[in-house]
């Protein structure tokens, strides 16, 4: 499932870097999805709407798998 996610991810990064933000994937554990924002993203006060209304919502469409997205 790593693999599916990090495909999934480099489909998301260039809307992320953007904005001069970008996300690394730290682990994937029973569909339990933990990066981590970089950048711009990572001291936004939106990140967390960024990490669910856009990030979890396109993993999840991709995935189905994925119960959620956590920011680490």
């Known amino acids: 499932m790593k693999e599916k996610v990090e495909k999934a991810i480099e489909k998301i ?3 992320l870097q ?3 933000g970008d996300i690394e994937l730290v682990e994937v554990k029973d ?3 933990k ?3 970089k950048g711009a ?3 936004c006060p939106m990140s967390q709407m960024t990490l669910k209304n856009g990030v979890e919502r ?3 469409e ?3 798998e ?3 997205v956590e920011s680490v």
Do not use: M, N, W, Y
Request: charged share 30%; hydrophobic share 40%.
């Open 62 to 64: 991709e995935i189905p």
């Open 66 to 68: 994925i119960k959620s």
């Open 18 to 20: 953007r904005d001069g």
């Open 58 to 60: 396109a993993l999840k």
């Open 41 to 43: 993203c990572g001291c």
């Open 35 to 37: 990066v981590k924002l």
């Open 13 to 15: 990064r260039p809307f």
């Open 31 to 33: 569909g339990i999805v």
